[in-house]
């Protein structure tokens, strides 16, 4: 996918920083669970006078859609929903991007800008390059938002206050469409940060795939039973276990050198306790615990200072 310097009549190494959102007229949101949702439903309160269509494959999903107002119009058409779009976020597995792009591919109008919410990003930085016209753009963005809820019902206008969102460009990216992405997303509420392709799959492998792996493997070994009796703090620990399946089993797909590396990491860790046990060394097991709390007490800080998370 070849990308010109100029993009909407805006030179790309202009000095100057045209607010290209003024001229915004429709996005189009390909995927309407919880995260598509939401950005439809903040498009709609951050941009009035922006149309905001809406494509799911599922009927009950556009119904609910519908009766939520969750867009401008929904639509059972890939094709027809980017007709005119300024703007194309995919909010789908990551899996269906490659098919996804293919589908649309001749659909989308020139200059368009293509961007998804997917929580990986080689793999759909490679399938855009390939699968993509040269008259569209396409910008990886990653906004840091959700739950472990899935589905349109918990789709919301605020979901991405104060979230942090992670754009990924290479240097084929056009600046200008590098620009316009970081505005969209500022405009939704977002902090926006900047990482190569590798290095997002890199650290979110760490402080996102993990976790979830992680709170899998602690409900997987436990028994039903047993877990009748578990507490607040178990269910605090392995919240997000509750996340889709299917998006996960992408991610962690689309990720999967880091993720098993990740694994590796955190099975040492473990070995490190077991082995500390074991021994009967209890300074060990202090020292092991005590970094630990100390750790996560200086993120927690990091994160109430710049207000990404409230006391």
């Known amino acids: 996918m070849k990308v010109p310097l100029v993009f909407n009549g805006i030179n790309a190494d202009s000095s100057y920083n045209i ?73 789908t ?23 998804d919410v997917g929580s990986t990003k080689v793999m759909p930085i490679r399938w855009a390059a390939q699968l993509l ?29 104060q979230s942090i969102c992670i754009l990924t460009p290479t240097k084929n990216t056009s600046p200008a469409a590098l620009r316009t992405v970081k505005m969209f997303w500022s405009r939704l509420g977002c902090k926006v940060r900047f990482m190569t392709p590798a290095e997002h799959d890199r650290v979110f ?11 899998a ?15 607040k703090g178990f269910l605090d620990t392995s919240r997000i276990a509750s996340g889709p399946a ?23 860790e473990l070995a490190k306790i077991k082995a500390a046990i074991k021994s009967n060394d209890k300074k060990r097991i202090e020292k092991l615990l005590n970094k630990a709390r100390n750790t996560r007490t200086a993120v927690v800080r990091y994160k109430m200072k ?5 006391p």
């Open 19 to 91: 607010f290209v959102m003024k001229e915004l007229k429709q996005v189009t949101v390909i995927g309407l669970g919880l995260l598509g949702g939401s950005v439809s439903l903040t498009v709609l309160r951050c941009f009035p006078g922006v149309k905001a269509v809406g494509f799911s494959h599922r009927k009950s999903t556009r119904t609910k859609a519908r009766n939520l107002a969750i867009a401008s119009e929904i639509t059972d058409d890939i094709r027809s929903s980017v007709h005119g779009a300024d703007i194309v976020v995919l909010a």
């Open 93 to 115: 597995p990551v899996l269906t991007f490659e098919q996804i792009f293919s589908r649309i591919a001749n659909a989308l109008p020139k200059g368009c800008i293509v961007t």
């Open 133 to 161: 016209p040269d008259s569209v753009y396409y910008v990886g963005s990653h906004p840091v938002a959700g739950s472990e809820q899935r589905g349109i019902e918990f789709a919301r206008d605020d979901l991405f206050e």
């Open 205 to 215: 492998a760490n402080v996102s795939h993990l976790p979830h792996i992680t709170a």
């Open 217 to 231: 493997a602690l409900i997987n070994s436990n028994n039903g039973k047993e877990l009748k009796y578990a507490g």
């Open 246 to 268: 299917n998006v996960w089993a992408d991610v962690l797909l689309t990720n999967a050198k880091n993720s098993i590396r990740g694994i590796d990491r955190i099975t040492q």
């Open 306 to 310: 710049n207000k990404e998370i409230i």
